[in-house]
């Protein structure tokens, strides 16, 4: 069993940046973030490979946010710039206990999840 621990959330205005980090303490293959807000439904945010070759986004944040992982830390980050108010939520980080050919956005598709760390952006 894995355990997932984000990191670095917190309260920032809008337009601001604020970086997540998820730390794992075992070896896992591909990454994901997913977010939450209040009353609504968790949604996807991003995704890495375990090679780090390919990352996908939701619409709502791409150009906006970046997703990177350091397998030698088994530590996947999340960069998150010109934030807004929409973008507020806890954010989850999730991983897969096993190889796969094709990267999801699907919550069932991850074995592993984190506690979640609040992101607030005032307006």
């Known amino acids: 069993q894995v355990e997932l621990e984000e990191s670095g959330g917190g309260l920032v205005q809008a337009g601001g940046s604020l970086s997540l980090s998820c730390a794992a303490s075992g070896r896992v293959f591909n990454m994901g973030w997913f977010r939450q807000a209040p009353g609504k439904e968790r949604d996807f945010v991003a995704v890495i490979t375990r090679s780090a070759d390919t990352t996908y986004y939701a619409d709502s944040v791409k150009g906006r946010f970046t997703i990177s992982r350091d397998n030698t830390r088994n530590t996947m980050y999340l960069q998150m710039t010109s934030l807004k108010p929409e973008d507020t939520a806890v954010y989850y980080c999730?991983?897969?206990?096993?190889?796969?050919?094709?990267?999801?956005?699907?919550?069932?598709?991850?074995?592993?999840w984190g506690q979640g760390t609040q992101v607030t952006v005032s307006s």
């Open positions: 999730a991983a897969e206990k096993g190889f796969s050919f094709r990267y999801s956005s699907y919550a069932y598709a991850y074995d592993y």
